[in-house]
């Protein structure tokens, strides 16, 4: 009788905690344990980076005004050479409170190269108005100006959702 009770008893709790997954999982949208890493490779390798290079702590600090030490994840390529436009900053917050002011950042770095390239650079200041965007996709924001932004803020999503890009 006890053997039964235990066996019964067990395949109860057996089953909640399954559905418990079950529901964390569909309520999250899978995307709550995307690794940086991950997301970071879906969204480079839509975009040409050949003309940027990696940049350091201190370039995303005097670029952004954001320090990376600040959040869970940063990686930034800027434009290797002054009449480039092509950028692609990635952020992972600690929490979402971080977003809004990640946000005003990347806007602010879009103005200032709007700023620098309208009277001059027809071609880049229409890149820099046609081909950025920022997107957020759970604890990650990405900003970007690329011919290839599409494809990126596509890829970005898919990362997220579990798709391949």
Not at 27 to 34: E, I, K, L, N, T
Not at 124 to 141: I, M
Request: include cysteine; charge should be negative.
């Amino acid at each position: 009788m006890r053997k039964t009770f235990f066996l019964g008893v067990g395949r109860w709790l057996t089953a909640a905690v399954i559905g418990f997954f079950l529901l964390r999982l569909l309520f999250s949208g899978g995307s709550a344990d995307v690794p940086f890493e991950t997301v970071t490779n879906a969204v480079v390798q839509t975009v040409d980076l050949s003309e940027a290079k990696t940049a350091d702590a201190q370039m995303v600090r005097r670029l952004y005004g954001l320090d990376p030490a600040d959040y869970a994840g940063c990686v930034l390529y800027y434009p290797a050479q002054s009449m480039g436009v092509t950028e692609l900053l990635l952020v992972r917050v600690r929490d979402k409170t971080q977003i809004d002011a990640v946000k005003a950042a990347m806007q602010a770095r879009l103005s200032g190269q709007e700023a620098v390239f309208a009277g001059y650079a027809p071609e880049q200041y229409a890149l820099c108005q046609n081909g950025s965007a920022v997107s957020v996709q759970g604890l990650d924001v990405l900003f970007l100006i690329s011919a290839d932004k599409d494809d990126a803020v596509r890829a970005f999503a898919q990362a997220h959702s579990g798709g391949n890009p």
